[in-house]
């Protein structure tokens, strides 16, 4: 089974900041577009960010500005930097690796909780 491994999330408190990191393996992670989605409690699953195998970026409304997507071929890991954090950042992130018509993995998700 392919595994997404996610690491960096935790509690900070408001105005901190938490780097999130994912790592799969070559074949997928080459070829994938990849991203993360977060789901809050009472709330459905909205895209935070996303980067295509050659560097373009997207991000959803909430976030942009204060995080930033980014991955690292040699190291198979896409990492999402989140800067300014709120407390309605709150939620589980989810990594993504998505290619059309071929996958759409996802990983456990990671709690990230905003409070003080």
């Known amino acids: 089974q392919v595994q997404l491994v996610e690491s960096g999330g935790g509690l900070v408190q408001p105005g901190g900041s938490l780097r999130l990191s994912c790592a799969a393996s070559?074949?997928?992670?080459?070829?994938?577009?990849m991203g993360w989605y977060r789901q809050a409690p009472g709330k459905q699953r909205e895209l935070v960010a996303q980067i295509t195998s050659g560097g373009n970026t997207n991000y959803g409304d909430s976030v942009k500005g204060r995080f930033t997507i980014s991955r690292d071929n040699a190291k198979n890991t896409v990492y999402l930097q989140m800067n300014t954090l709120k407390p309605e950042d709150t939620a589980v992130y989810y990594c993504?690796?998505?290619?059309?018509?071929?996958?759409?993995?996802w990983g456990q998700g990671t709690q990230v909780t905003v409070s003080s």
């Open positions: 993504n690796a998505w290619r059309a018509y071929f996958w759409n993995y």
């Open positions: 070559r074949s997928i992670f080459s070829t994938s577009a």
